[in-house]
């Protein structure tokens, strides 16, 4: 039975943009208002923790060691967020998993000027970029996502998944970057 208590939501960032995933699981900023692409579950997963899932995609957003955001199948570590009220109402998710490992600064969600995710190691706190403003539509409630582990895959049938070696690529096409090194 469906438990936990979170929101439909729109996330607007103070950039001036609406958080939104693509069908494919890229991520971007819109100004359209009417898109159901901008609409998420705020999953609560913990005390001001949630998992931020893509309605349209059941996709999970997710930050992964290097800092780039990417969108997962599988619910992980990686997808948990820290929901905290930053002044003005306006709302900061970050990492739960990782930060920087010199001065233990927080890795965050957040969206440019031009409304393309960033790498959350390079998102202050306190910039616009970081700041979301929840525009919920509806509560809902929700079945515990199971934690998968990260790096663990969907098994698809018939489909070989392709490896894309590709940084630049923040979502790799909607898949969790593959981390294992080749040399």
Known sequence: D????????RLYCRQGYYLQMHPDGTLDG???DSSNSTLFNLIPV???????QGVKTGLY???NAE???YTSELFTPECKFKESVFENYYVIYSSMLY??????????????????VMKGNRV?????????????????????PSLHDIG????????TPSKSTSASAIMNGGKPVNKSKTT
Do not use: C
């Open 99 to 116: 930060r920087q490992q010199e001065s233990g600064r927080a890795w965050f969600l957040g969206l440019n000027k031009e409304g393309q």
């Open 67 to 69: 800092g780039f955001l």
């Open 61 to 63: 957003i997710a930050l």
């Open 2 to 9: 469906p438990q936990l208590k979170g929101i439909v939501t």
């Open 152 to 159: 663990e895959t969907v098994p698809k049938a018939g489909v």
């Open 46 to 52: 913990g005390l001001r923790v949630v998992a931020i």
């Open 30 to 32: 819109t100004k359209d």
């Open 124 to 144: 202050k706190k306190t910039k616009p970029a970081a700041h979301f403003l929840p525009k919920p539509l509806e509560v809902a409630m929700y079945r515990e």
